[in-house]
Antibody, heavy 121, light 107 residues
């Protein structure tokens, strides 16, 4: 069965950096685009970034553009999110999610359990 | 930028029908997806491309989309349906967008 397991969250000071990982199993990782979606405490879902199945195209929310970088290693079935210049407003649970089919308007059909990032001094 | 508008909360009596709306400019021309999120859990896809149910989602969940409003309908509401529900679309200018979420309460 499809499994997505995030790791790498924690407490970091404003201006600091963190790298999140998402280990995928149960499907052909190299065939699917992947997303990062975050949820601030008590708030709704916010899309963060997307990477195509082969890493050829990447997209970012305006709120993280220039600070976050999404990447993937298809040989390791792992998705990453490098987060730099972190701000208090980046505090959230970060989920990785898989696209259901190839296409930008695909739904996100499987989600990990999330990893909490807290930006605080 | 493209925005999706959902009511903050919807209440429904046990066994009755709940309808959760998602408003957006000409949303009827887009594919709308719906997610259910229970407290402390990850979101779960319940409807995709307006009205399609993934395997394992009860037939009580259905969706429609026309004009400026998409609707998630939950028939014969159960206590276990209490959750937050989010609509989502892809827009060429805004890319991936979520609605603000609707808290469903089953009375």
């Amino acid at each position: 069965q499809v499994q997505l397991v995030e790791s790498g969250g924690g407490v970091v000071q404003p201006g600091g950096s963190l790298r999140l990982s998402c280990a995928a199993s149960g499907f052909t990782f190299s065939s699917y685009g992947m997303h990062w979606v975050r949820q601030a405490p008590g708030k709704g879902l916010e899309w963060v970034a997307f990477i195509r199945y082969d890493g050829s195209n990447k997209y970012y929310a305006d709120s993280v553009k220039g600070r976050f970088t999404i990447s993937r290693d298809n040989s390791k079935n792992t998705l990453y999110l490098q987060m730099n210049s972190l701000r208090a407003e980046d505090t959230a649970v970060y989920y990785c999610a898989k696209e259901r089919y190839s296409g930008y308007d695909s739904p996100l059909d499987y989600w990990g359990q999330g990893t909490l990032v807290t930006v605080s001094s | 930028s493209y925005e999706l508008t959902q009511p903050l909360s919807v209440s429904v009596a046990l066994g009755q029908t709940a309808r959760i709306t998602c408003g957006g400019n000409n949303i009827g021309s887009k594919n709308v997806h719906w997610y259910q999120q229970k407290p402390g859990q990850a979101p779960v896809l319940v409807i995709y491309r307006d009205s399609n149910r993934p395997s394992g989602i009860p037939e009580r969940f259905s969706g429609s989309n026309s004009g400026n409003t998409a609707t998630l309908t939950i028939s014969r509401a159960q206590a276990g349906d209490e959750a937050d529900y989010y609509c989502q679309v892809w827009d060429s200018s805004t890319t991936w967008v979520f609605g603000g979420g609707t808290k469903l309460t089953v009375l």
